[in-house]
C-alpha cells in the first residue's frame, strides 16, 4: 500500500492562483470522491499531481510514500503507478491504440512485452470494456465519440495497471449502459488500486464504494465526510456550504450544473 500526501499545495494558472492551500491525503487502498462547483480547482489538482506543465506550483508538496513527486516528470510519475484518466482526452492523429498501449506498457517494464502476451492483455482489457476489438486499430482517440473516449481511458488503466488511478469525470458523456460498464469496471478494480474520483453525477458513486470524500471549493478542501455528503450534495447542492462560512469564487458566474442539478430541478419546481 502506497500513501499520497498533499501539504498546503498553492498552484497557478497563467498566474491565477487556483489551488490555495489544498490538503489532502489517501491510500492506494482507499477510493476518494472529489466533489466541488464546476472551476473550483478539482481538474487542477489531478493534472498538477500529473505534472501537467500549464499549472505552476508556487508551494506546498506532493509526497507518494516517501517520493518528492514534484521533482518527477510524468512519465517518473507515471512509472511510479499514478495514473490520470482525463476529462478532455486528446486525439492523437497518427498514433495507433494499439501502438499507443503497447508502447506505454513497455515504458513501465524492463523487457517487452512479447507479442502473445500483449494480445492476451488487450482482448481481456476490449471484452471487459465492451468495446470492439477492431477500436485497437483506429487511431487514438480520434473521431471516437465522447463516451468511447472516456471509456478509451479506462482500458489504458486495465493495460498499465497503475497503483493510484485519478478519474476526472469519467461519466460524463456515457451513457446509461456504458455507466454501468465503466461503474463495474472500477467496483472489481477497487480491490487491486486506489481511486480517487472527480464526478458530478450521484449515479456512478452510488455504483461503487467510496471511502472518504472531498469537496473542493476555492482551491481548498471545504468539507470531508462519507458517502452520505454525496447524498446531501445531490439533493440540496452547495448553497449550504456558505452558511458554515466557506467561501466561495465569482458566486454570480457560478456554473449551476453541478452534481446539485437535481437540487436545481426540485427549486424549480417548487417555484
Ligand atoms: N489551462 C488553463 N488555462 C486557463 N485557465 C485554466 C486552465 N485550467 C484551469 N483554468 C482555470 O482554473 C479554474 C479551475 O479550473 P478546473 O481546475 O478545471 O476546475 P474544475 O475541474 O473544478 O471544474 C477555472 O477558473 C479555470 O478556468
Ligand atoms: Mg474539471
Given at each position: 500500500m502506497s500513501k499520497l500526501k498533499i501539504n498546503d499545495l498553492h498552484v497557478a494558472v497563467k498566474e491565477k492562483e487556483?489551488?490555495?492551500?489544498l490538503t489532502i491525503e489517501f491510500s492506494t487502498d482507499e477510493t476518494v470522491a472529489l466533489l466541488g462547483p464546476n472551476g473550483n480547482g478539482k481538474s487542477t489538482l489531478l493534472q498538477t499531481i500529473m505534472g501537467n506543465?500549464?499549472?505552476?506550483?508556487?508551494s506546498g508538496s506532493i509526497y507518494y510514500d516517501d517520493k518528492?513527486?514534484?521533482?518527477?516528470t510524468t512519465d517518473e510519475r507515471s512509472k511510479l503507478g499514478i495514473f490520470l484518466g482525463m476529462q478532455y482526452p486528446s486525439e492523437v492523429p497518427g498514433v495507433n491504440n494499439s501502438d499507443f498501449l503497447k508502447a506505454a506498457l513497455n515504458a513501465h517494464r524492463e523487457k517487452p512485452v512479447s507479442l502473445f502476451e500483449f494480445y492476451k492483455l488487450l482482448n481481456n482489457a476490449y471484452q471487459e470494456m465492451h468495446?470492439?476489438?477492431?477500436?485497437?486499430?483506429?487511431?487514438?482517440?480520434?473521431?471516437?465519440?465522447g463516451g468511447e473516449k472516456k471509456k478509451n481511458e479506462i482500458l489504458q488503466m486495465l493495460v498499465l495497471n497503475p497503483d493510484l488511478v485519478m478519474l476526472d469525470e469519467?461519466?460524463?458523456?456515457?451513457d446509461v449502459d456504458a455507466i454501468q460498464v465503466v461503474a463495474s469496471t472500477i467496483k472489481k478494480e477497487q480491490a487491486n488500486r486506489g481511486f480517487l474520483i472527480v464526478s458530478h453525477y450521484a449515479k456512478l458513486y452510488e455504483l461503487i464504494n467510496i471511502d472518504k470524500v472531498y469537496v473542493l471549493v476555492n482551491g481548498k478542501v471545504a468539507k470531508t465526510g462519507d458517502k452520505s455528503l454525496i447524498k446531501k450534495i445531490d439533493q440540496?447542492?452547495?448553497?449550504?456550504l456558505k452558511d458554515e462560512g466557506i467561501e466561495f469564487p465569482n458566486e454570480e458566474k457560478m456554473?449551476?450544473?453541478?452534481?446539485?442539478t437535481c437540487a436545481t430541478k426540485e427549486v424549480l419546481k417548487g417555484k
Amino acid at each position: 500500500m502506497s500513501k499520497l500526501k498533499i501539504n498546503d499545495l498553492h498552484v497557478a494558472v497563467k498566474e491565477k492562483e487556483i489551488l490555495k492551500g489544498l490538503t489532502i491525503e489517501f491510500s492506494t487502498d482507499e477510493t476518494v470522491a472529489l466533489l466541488g462547483p464546476n472551476g473550483n480547482g478539482k481538474s487542477t489538482l489531478l493534472q498538477t499531481i500529473m505534472g501537467n506543465p500549464n499549472y505552476e506550483v508556487v508551494s506546498g508538496s506532493i509526497y507518494y510514500d516517501d517520493k518528492d513527486v514534484l521533482k518527477l516528470t510524468t512519465d517518473e510519475r507515471s512509472k511510479l503507478g499514478i495514473f490520470l484518466g482525463m476529462q478532455y482526452p486528446s486525439e492523437v492523429p497518427g498514433v495507433n491504440n494499439s501502438d499507443f498501449l503497447k508502447a506505454a506498457l513497455n515504458a513501465h517494464r524492463e523487457k517487452p512485452v512479447s507479442l502473445f502476451e500483449f494480445y492476451k492483455l488487450l482482448n481481456n482489457a476490449y471484452q471487459e470494456m465492451h468495446i470492439p476489438f477492431e477500436m485497437s486499430t483506429r487511431n487514438l482517440n480520434e473521431g471516437f465519440s465522447g463516451g468511447e473516449k472516456k471509456k478509451n481511458e479506462i482500458l489504458q488503466m486495465l493495460v498499465l495497471n497503475p497503483d493510484l488511478v485519478m478519474l476526472d469525470e469519467i461519466d460524463s458523456g456515457l451513457d446509461v449502459d456504458a455507466i454501468q460498464v465503466v461503474a463495474s469496471t472500477i467496483k472489481k478494480e477497487q480491490a487491486n488500486r486506489g481511486f480517487l474520483i472527480v464526478s458530478h453525477y450521484a449515479k456512478l458513486y452510488e455504483l461503487i464504494n467510496i471511502d472518504k470524500v472531498y469537496v473542493l471549493v476555492n482551491g481548498k478542501v471545504a468539507k470531508t465526510g462519507d458517502k452520505s455528503l454525496i447524498k446531501k450534495i445531490d439533493q440540496e447542492g452547495y448553497e449550504w456550504l456558505k452558511d458554515e462560512g466557506i467561501e466561495f469564487p465569482n458566486e454570480e458566474k457560478m456554473n449551476t450544473t453541478s452534481i446539485g442539478t437535481c437540487a436545481t430541478k426540485e427549486v424549480l419546481k417548487g417555484k
